[in-house]
């Protein structure tokens, strides 16, 4: 078996450059939800406090005083922003499935040929 053309190699490392990527963006989008299912959590924790009963929050390494009224405000705003990352992960992620398929289909119609 002769050496793969340089269009080839090429492609073959557009491919695995793409595949990484997405690798890459599938581990921070399973991150960032598991961040929002904290965040989740948390939320309906504090939300079951009753409205004059302390809360408590972790700032850097020390534990502060919170009304529920911040914190719960606080947690919906981290939600949302994990909410648009993830959505944005996932358009990117698509992005990136199509762009290897369309690498795969091309290598797939350029080695074919040779193959019979």
């Known amino acids: 078996m002769g050496e793969l053309p340089p269009q080839v190699?090429?492609?073959v490392a557009q491919m695995q450059q793409v595949q990484q990527?997405?690798?890459a963006v599938i581990a921070q989008r399973i991150q960032v939800e598991g961040l929002l299912k904290e965040t989740n959590d948390a939320?309906?924790?504090v939300k079951k406090i009753a409205d004059d009963d302390p809360v408590f929050k972790v700032v850097g390494n020390v534990l502060v005083k919170s009304s529920k009224e911040d914190v719960v405000k606080e947690?919906?705003?981290?939600?949302e922003?994990?909410?648009v990352r993830i959505n944005t992960l996932k358009r990117?992620?698509?992005r990136l499935k199509d762009r290897l398929a369309e690498i795969q289909k091309k290598l797939q119609s350029i080695l074919s040929p040779?193959?019979?």
């Open 21 to 23: 990527q997405l690798q």
């Open 81 to 83: 922003t994990y909410e």
């Open 9 to 11: 190699q090429n492609m």
């Open 92 to 94: 990117q992620e698509d």
């Open 43 to 45: 939320l309906e924790e």
């Open 114 to 116: 040779q193959a019979g």
């Open 75 to 79: 947690l919906e705003e981290r939600k």
